[in-house]
């Protein structure tokens, strides 16, 4: 008997902040950061097909956060894409649960990740991979530079810049027929190390 099983994934998750905010055309915007660990297992038929507009959206994230980055003075990510895979996933899986949103992470802890999930009242058309990415970025306003520590108010923002993440995975998917979405960013390896950031997030001063 042939059947596709995608290989259960075991996610350890993180569960920092939930986050509920208001922007300025009244959408419904949430993020979250990481914290406490408890575990996920996903199985999946087969594991999702890339349309074009999934691999623009990867791209055009890839290439605000390197913008972004080489504002720091740190090296470009790449994509990766056993990273968009699982980026993907959970992305999905988020839309499935259509609840608060909560981090993934695997056992070993080898990769970060940054959320996002935006609600209105009609479906989602025009929601672009720079938008979801500089509302992360914004957090810079936040960040002190005398005292680099992790703080959760700025844990997106500083995942975007550290240095010594390398690749980058990105996958999105839509719930209440197309009027909510939530966006997936993963990233390895991962930011936000305690002890880490005076050599990992660097003044945009290039």
Sequence with gaps: MKRQLLRIILLTFFVFSNAELLNHNKDSVGQSSIHHATHLSLKRKEISKFTPAHRKFQNDALE??????????????????????RAQIYAEHLAE???????????????G???????????????TAEKVVRTWYEEIQFYDYSKPVYNASTSHFTQIV????????VGYASARKGSKMFVVAQYGPAGNHRFKFSNNVLKPKC
């Design 97 to 111: 649960k259509d609840g608060k949103l909560t981090h993934s992470t695997d056992l070993g802890n080898r990769f």
């Design 113 to 127: 990740e940054n959320l996002y999930a935006i609600t209105r009242k009609t479906p989602i058309t025009n929601l």
């Design 64 to 85: 605000i956060h390197n913008i972004l980055r080489a504002r720091h003075c740190v090296p470009p990510l790449v994509l990766d894409e056993e990273m968009n895979i």
């Design 162 to 169: 550290w240095r010594e993440s390398k690749i980058l995975g």
